[in-house]
T-cell receptor, first 118, second 110 residues
Framework: EPEVTQTPSHQVTQMGQEVILRCVPI?????FYWYRQILGQKVEFLVS????????KSEIFDDQFSVERPDGSNFTLKIRSTKLEDSAMYFC????????????????FGEGSRLTVL | RKEVEQDPGPFNVPEGATVAFNCTYS??????FFWYRQDCRKEPKLLMS???SGNEDGRFTAQLNRASQYISLLIRDSKLSDSATYLC???????????FGKGTRLSVIA
């Protein structure tokens, strides 16, 4: 069964450092997402990406964050100048398509990258 | 009113019990509704989509009430393996990304 893969599974970094989280979405999917989940809290939307550009982003996704699809398979999230409060599980997700008539297609998630900022 | 609200639980039920979760959403323009399941420190996994007519998948039944803006999940004959957090997921309006509720924790006890 095709799946979304993420690396690294866990990254520890010092405050102020830059991190790059990598994702390989399911190959025939067209929409890509990053969500995050701070320990004990709900899953929060960060950004969606379609046709090589950001389609939507949340208030959380400020100038500290950026996404890129550097080649035909990878989808990356870069976090610059990390802060303690960036510590969270970051989930990549993909969907085959936006369903029609205003509906959103179901998301398939990777196993997540746990980021710990010290 | 929060975009997606769920009773956090926990719901502690014996094996074989029937348990129901409700979720309310704030925007009447929402079109897409899902239940996801999340095990501790794991990724959310799609349990089922929720359709207007209601739908059933084995022991799981999902219902949508547009007038009252809530969706429900019914689990019959609970198994120990059903223990998890159940996430209500909705798109707030139109083609917007999916928004997650905080989840309802279920513990099925032997």
């Amino acid at each position: 069964e095709p799946e979304v893969t993420q690396t690294p599974s866990h990254q520890v970094t010092q405050m102020g450092q830059e991190v790059i989280l990598r994702c390989v979405p399911i190959s025939n999917h067209l929409y890509f997402y990053w969500y995050r989940q701070i320990l004990g809290q709900k899953v929060e939307f960060l950004v969606s990406f379609y046709n090589n550009e950001i389609s939507e982003k949340s208030e959380i996704f400020d100038d500290q964050f950026s996404v890129e699809r550097p080649d035909g398979s990878n989808f990356t999230l870069k976090i610059r100048s990390t802060k303690l409060e960036d510590s969270a599980m970051y989930f990549c997700a993909s969907s085959e398509a936006r369903a029609q008539r205003g509906r959103t297609g179901e998301l398939f998630f990777g196993e997540g990258s746990r980021l710990t900022v010290l | 009113r929060k975009e997606v609200e769920q009773d956090p639980g926990p719901f502690n039920v014996p094996e074989g019990a029937t348990v129901a979760f409700n979720c309310t959403y704030s925007n009447s323009a929402s079109q897409s509704f899902f239940w996801y399941r999340q095990d501790c420190r794991k990724e959310p996994k799609l349990l089922m989509s929720v359709y207007s007519s209601g739908n059933e998948d084995g022991r799981f039944t999902a219902q949508l009430n547009r007038a009252s803006q809530y969706i429900s999940l019914l689990i019959r004959d609970s198994k120990l393996s059903d223990s998890a957090t159940y996430l209500c997921v909705v798109n707030i309006a139109g083609n917007t990304p999916l928004v997650f509720g905080k989840g309802t924790r279920l513990s099925v006890i032997a």
